[in-house]
């Protein structure tokens, strides 16, 4: 019987002739790296490439952006909805106790879309970039007039 037959894969070249094993090698230590860019705050200069960001506060019902400080009766522009609510608070979670995460709260505040007056109240705030493009010149002829400025 020939040889191929006794084998799991039958396909030409798989164990057809014993080969040398090359020697394992060690694993290299790694060295030392150079620190990277440094990291840059949000108030500081921006590099071309990055997008500036900026803190923006929404509504918690319909996602309208809203100017800081939240003020203690304030209600939304759009929808009416009560601005210093639990919903609105960056402690507010449906899972935690109380839902809120805030670890000193000793009573529910009910109900959780109206307003109340909460000391452990802080806005829940989130990041974005600004995506828009900054105002080109007003026309081609001024465009090209820039280059030679």
């Known amino acids: 019987m020939n040889g191929m037959s006794d084998r799991k894969y039958r ?3 798989y164990q057809d ?4 094993r090359e020697p394992r090698r060690e694993k290299a230590v790694p060295q030392e790296r150079t620190p990277g860019r440094l990291l ?9 490439n990055l997008m500036a960001s ?3 506060f929404r509504c918690a019902r319909c996602g309208n952006r809203l100017a800081l400080p939240v003020e203690a009766l304030g209600r939304c522009s759009r929808c009416g909805v009560d601005l210093h609510s639990c919903i609105s608070c960056v402690s507010f979670d449906t899972s935690a106790r109380f839902e809120c ?17 909460c000391a452990f109240f802080s806005p829940r705030t989130t990041v974005e970039r600004e995506t828009g493009t900054p105002a080109g010149p007003p026309s081609a002829r001024q465009a090209f007039d820039d280059l030679f400025k």
Do not use: M, Y
């Open 101 to 117: 995460s805030h670890p000193e709260l000793k009573a529910r505040v009910s109900p959780k879309d109206e307003s109340n007056a």
């Open 17 to 20: 002739e014993p080969r040398e």
């Open 54 to 56: 900026h803190e923006v």
């Open 40 to 48: 840059q705050s949000a108030s500081g200069p921006k590099t071309p």
């Open 11 to 13: 396909q030409r070249g």
